[in-house]
């Protein structure tokens, strides 16, 4: 029996039928029914034709898109940078319910134009990126805004934490300049 308007409700409980509602948070649908997927408070937008579920548990996060995510780097590829996402802003304590990969494509590394990502980001690199696509797996990241980018990066040859000067890296400790796609506050502070 379906449930109403603010009744609570388990994992599985029936919320309706795909004819009324599409599933909204904390809720899906399978053979033409929707159902919860957490427990919590039952939400019916009839006017929407939604159906969701408030939590009344503390759940783990998901990222949705808009959010801040502080990612290292795992990989490049010719036009990739491959991430994994280690924490949300909305919620920096909790591991993520959902894969933690996600990738940045070279148009969603900078307002300029980007020839060559391995540039912009290295293995290790610690960025602050934006959600932009959920839709896809692995989930995409972009780095555009002026706030968003590398917010510490070590050096490809002895590994020390680089220092900004001007729009350059450089290793205190062996002289090495680098590049990258630094944030706005680059080394001072991560979200």
Do not use: D
């Given at each position: 029996m379906a449930k109403k308007n603010e009744d609570f409700v388990l994992p599985g409980d029936l919320l309706g039928v795909s004819e009324e509602?599409?599933?909204?948070?904390?809720?899906?649908?399978?053979?033409?029914?929707?159902?919860?997927s957490i427990a919590g408070i039952v939400h019916l937008d009839f006017e929407g034709k939604k159906a969701f579920v408030d939590p009344l548990t503390d759940v783990p996060p998901v990222p949705k898109e808009g959010d801040i995510a502080i990612c290292e780097v795992t990989g490049i590829k010719e036009k990739i940078a491959m991430i994994e996402i280690i924490a949300l802003k909305k919620n920096p304590q909790r591991a993520l319910a959902a894969s933690p990969m996600a990738r940045i494509y070279i148009s969603q590394t900078s307002r300029r134009y980007v020839t060559d990502i391995s540039r912009e980001f290295k293995i290790g690199d610690l960025v602050r990126a934006k959600v932009v696509n959920t839709k896809r797996t692995p989930i995409e990241l972009s780095t555009v805004e002026e706030n968003l980018g590398v917010v510490k990066a070590y050096c490809s040859k002895c590994k020390h934490p680089l220092e900004k000067k001007n729009?350059?890296?450089?290793?205190p400790s062996c002289g090495n300049i680098e590049f990258r796609k630094t944030s706005s506050d680059y080394r001072k502070g991560v979200f």
């Open positions: 509602f599409i599933p909204g948070y904390g809720a899906y649908e399978e053979g033409g029914k929707v159902y919860s729009n350059k890296l450089e290793c």
